[in-house]
C-alpha cells in the first residue's frame, strides 16, 4: 500500500543515487530495426522452457521483449534480474517493459501484496531498474477493478504515485488499454477519465491498437487529441469476420500502414507484436506477423 513514508524513503533512495539506472545495453546490429514481441504470445512455451524459447524468438528476428507477468518475487521467469539479463544479452535481445497489475481485487494473483501498483511497488520498481527495464506498464484490470468513473479518477491518482516512484528510478509508467476502457459511463469514456486526470509526464499510454480499434475508436484521433502520448503500441490484427477475432499483423483489416505514418504525433519509441491467440503455434504466428512487419513498416 502507498503510503507518504514509504514514498519519502523510496524518493530518498533514487534521488540520492542509490539505486542508479544501470546503463540499458542495447545488443541490437547497427541499422536492424527494433522488433519487439510481448512474451504473453509464448506464455506457454515461456512456462515450459524460458531460455530455448527466448533463443528462438531472437532466432525468427525480434530483439526487443516485453514482459507479460511479475509476481514480486524478484524473478524473472524463474531467473534472477542478473541470470535473466545474462539469457537476453547471450541472445541479443533487450528487455524494454514489462507489465504489471493494479493489485486492487487480488485476482489472479498468487499473492496480491507482492509486486503490484498498488502493493509492494518499490520492490517491483527496484526489480526492474536492477533489470534495465525502461516501461513498467499496467497491464489489465479485472471486472471487480472497474467500479466507475469516480474509482477510475482515484485510479489516476495512484497511477500518478506510481509513475513518480518510477520516475525516479529512471523508468517511464504506463496504462494498458483493452476495448472495456471505452465503455462509456455516465456520457464519458474510462480512458478519458484516466487520460485527464494523470500527470502527462508521469503517465503515458501503451495502446492496443487492436482493443481500441475493436472498441471501435481512431488511433490516429486519439494521436491528435493526446501528442507525445503512446510511447508503446502493442501490434496485433484484427480478423475479417463477424468475430472480430485476433491475426496475425497484415493478415486482417486493420490499416497498420496509416497507423505508422502517424507515429512521431503519437511519440511512438517502441512496439510489440502480440497475439493473445493463435490459431496454431504462437511461432508460426509470430514468423508471418515479423514477416509482414519487416516487409512493410519499418
Excluded at 50 to 75: F, H, R
Excluded at 148 to 154: A, F, I, Q
Amino acid at each position: 500500500m502507498h503510503t507518504r513514508r514509504s514514498f519519502l524513503k523510496t524518493t530518498t533512495l533514487y534521488s540520492a543515487g542509490l539505486l542508479a539506472a544501470p546503463a540499458l545495453s542495447s545488443f541490437i546490429k547497427a541499422g536492424q530495426p527494433t522488433i519487439g514481441l510481448q512474451l504473453y504470445t509464448v506464455r506457454d512455451a515461456m512456462k515450459a522452457d524460458p531460455k530455448g524459447t527466448l533463443a528462438k524468438v531472437a532466432q525468427i528476428g525480434y530483439n526487443s521483449l516485453e514482459g507479460a507477468t511479475y509476481t514480486g518475487t524478484g524473478d524473472f521467469y524463474g531467473m534472477d534480474a542478473k541470470t535473466f539479463g545474462g539469457v537476453l544479452k547471450a541472445n541479443s535481445l533487450v528487455m524494454r517493459s514489462c507489465h504489471y497489475r493494479l493489485g486492487e481485487d487480488g485476482a489472479g494473483l498468487a499473492d496480491a501484496n507482492k509486486g503490484t501498483v498498488l502493493h509492494n511497488w518499490d520492490k517491483a520498481v527496484e526489480d526492474a531498474h536492477a533489470l534495465g527495464i525502461q516501461y513498467m506498464v499496467c497491464a489489465w484490470l479485472s471486472p471487480k477493478e472497474r467500479m466507475g468513473l469516480d474509482h477510475y479518477k482515484k485510479m489516476a491518482g495512484d497511477f500518478n504515485i506510481a509513475g513518480e516512484k518510477c520516475k525516479k528510478a529512471g523508468i517511464q509508467f504506463c496504462y494498458h488499454n483493452h476495448d472495456f476502457e471505452f465503455d462509456a459511463q455516465g456520457g464519458k469514456y474510462p480512458y478519458d477519465v484516466l487520460l485527464d486526470n494523470t500527470d502527462a509526464k508521469l503517465v503515458k499510454m501503451e495502446m492496443d491498437l487492436y482493443w481500441v480499434t475493436k472498441a471501435g475508436q481512431d488511433p490516429l484521433k486519439l494521436f491528435s487529441q493526446h501528442p507525445g502520448r503512446f510511447p508503446l503500441w502493442h501490434l496485433k490484427d484484427m480478423d475479417n469476420t463477424t468475430a472480430h477475432a485476433f491475426t496475425e499483423v497484415g493478415n486482417g483489416t486493420i490499416d497498420f500502414k496509416k497507423i505508422f505514418a502517424n507515429k512521431e504525433k503519437s511519440g511512438m519509441k517502441y512496439f510489440f507484436v502480440e497475439q493473445d491467440k493463435c490459431p496454431g503455434s504462437p511461432f508460426d504466428s509470430i514468423t508471418k506477423s515479423i514477416g509482414y512487419i519487416k516487409k512493410n513498416l519499418v
